[in-house]
């Protein structure tokens, strides 16, 4: 399954799911996909940022690990 957010003709936008992207380009060239405000089933995709995932920070060094020294790890605090 697949989100595209939409637009009409008319400037209204909208989302919709499909089941793919080839689902989408046949219900858009066979003018199945409604505008839910106005009805016009003239629509495109719209503009959409990428979905990028939030990255892990890197894991802190083990206790005595040269760059825990040198920062002052509190580990190693005594």
């Known amino acids: 399954m697949i989100v595209y957010d939409l637009i009409c ?3 209204h936008g909208f989302s919709e ?3 793919s ?3 989408y380009d046949a219900k858009a060239s066979a003018k199945s ?3 839910p405000e106005c009805g016009d089933t003239h629509v495109s995709k719209a503009i959409m940022a990428p979905s990028i995932g939030k990255s892990a920070a ?3 060094p083990a206790c ?3 760059a825990c020294a040198n920062m002052g ?3 190693q605090r005594g």
Do not use: L
Request: with cysteine.
């Open 9 to 11: 003709s008319q400037g």
């Open 17 to 19: 799911w499909f089941d």
């Open 21 to 23: 992207m080839s689902d």
């Open 33 to 35: 996909v409604p505008c």
């Open 58 to 60: 890197a894991p802190a």
């Open 64 to 66: 005595g690990a040269p």
């Open 73 to 75: 790890c509190p580990a």
